[in-house]
């Protein structure tokens, strides 16, 4: 069965820090780009960071560019988004996604977990 499953969320104070893991089952994350994306309640869902595939490239979109890092670990066939100085705007549903590159658009993405839930609070 193929399935990708979140972890990490929870709550967190603003200035702090979260690390989300994706886990896949049934099939091998290396051979895709692996991207995370966030929505929170009344917006779009963003696209905050991917993974390449071919040469390990990472991206960041601007709003947690120089606060969040984008990992693989090939042993436990996962990809780990480190997050730190955590704000109330970065309070969302996180979601990982499997796709052939990260250029693709978001519509392509063949796999995605359910979401794990970040909520930056004091």
């Known amino acids: 069965q193929v399935q990708l499953v979140e972890s990490g969320g929870g709550l967190v104070q603003p200035g702090g820090s979260l690390r989300l893991s994706c886990a896949a089952s049934?099939?091998?994350?290396?051979?895709?780009?692996i991207a995370w994306f966030r929505q929170a309640p009344g917006k779009e869902r963003e696209g905050i960071s991917c993974?390449?595939?071919?040469?390990?490239?990472?991206y960041y979109a601007d709003s947690v560019k120089g606060r969040s890092n984008i990992s693989r670990d090939t042993a436990k066939n996962t990809v780990s988004l480190q997050m730190n100085s955590l704000k109330p705007e970065d309070t969302a549903v996180y979601s990982c996604?499997?796709?052939?590159?990260?250029?693709?658009?978001?519509?392509?993405?063949?796999?995605w977990g359910q979401g794990t839930q970040v909520t930056v609070s004091s």
């Open positions: 996604a499997a796709g052939d590159d990260c250029e693709v658009a978001i519509t392509e993405y063949a796999y």
């Open positions: 049934g099939f091998t994350l290396d051979y895709y780009a």
């Open positions: 993974i390449s595939s071919n040469d390990g490239s990472t």
